[in-house]
């Protein structure tokens, strides 16, 4: 079995993996602690032969985790934001402060779709570009949703929130603090990434099929403007891609991909930022 990792700053997410089928066998998520030991949360690590990790938590939990599984699993492998892979470049001046979900999530968006725009709604939301050529823009980053609440909640008086409900009547003023509260962060969220989306395909001359990733991917597929993807295993496709351990994986094929979204053509989502600069 592989057991890929996805080590998030609110959820460590796992998932096994069948080496000879590459059938995904059991996953499940715990939340990110300073300490990752195996229990009844966590797979037995005896049928384990090796381990690919993403993580952008503390160092020195990962430092942790991969000494924990070093005495167990012969192969650890660890992934890294570096200035190249699998033909993307990446845009940022100092490439390894890329957050290497981030980094996984372009780089699989990137051998699925080619130029993609990858979206992460985790803890922030992040919305990363790469073009057709593999050169990643770099990116925008915003606070989750459930960040939102939680900053409201801790510089307000007043201002109740419900961390776990989810916006229904998206458009309609709350009439009640909570929903006044999911309504207005839901917009934000969903307005932010929509206006993201058409600027930057304005400025590039090209219209970018988007995925979609985190916890928080489905409820923001709802509000997108344009022609998307849900792709819940989107950072354990990059893992895949950067380290092929299966005879699918070699052959370039990742668990669970969707099918590549048709994007709007350009002069449709220039037509759209040109209406939303009237309102
Ligand atoms: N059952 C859940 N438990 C925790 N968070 C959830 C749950 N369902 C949705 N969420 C949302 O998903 C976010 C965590 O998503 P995830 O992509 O795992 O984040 P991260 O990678 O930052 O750990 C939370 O901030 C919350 O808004
Ligand atoms: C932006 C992030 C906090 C998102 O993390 P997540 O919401 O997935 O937990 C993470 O990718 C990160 O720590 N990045 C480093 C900073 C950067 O990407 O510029
Ligand atoms: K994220």
Redesign the pocket.
Known sequence: MILDLDI????S?WRLKDADSSEIRSRG?VW?REEWRPGSDIPDLDVVEAVRISSVAREAVLEQTVSLLHSRVRGVHVARSTPEALGVVNGYEEPHRLGV?RWMGVLAGYQLAGGCCAVD????ITVDFVLPGGRHLGGYIIP???LMKESLKLGTRNVAIDPDSEAEELLLPGQRTVEAVNHGIYMAAVSAINRIYSEVCDREGVALPMLLT???ARVMARGMQSPHAVWPDMVYGGLEACFPLTAAERAGRMSGAPRVPAPAGLEKIRAGLAFSMLL
């Open positions: 998030g700053n609110t959820l997410k998520a990110t979900d709604c985790g803890s922030a989750g949703l459930r985190g916890g928080d």
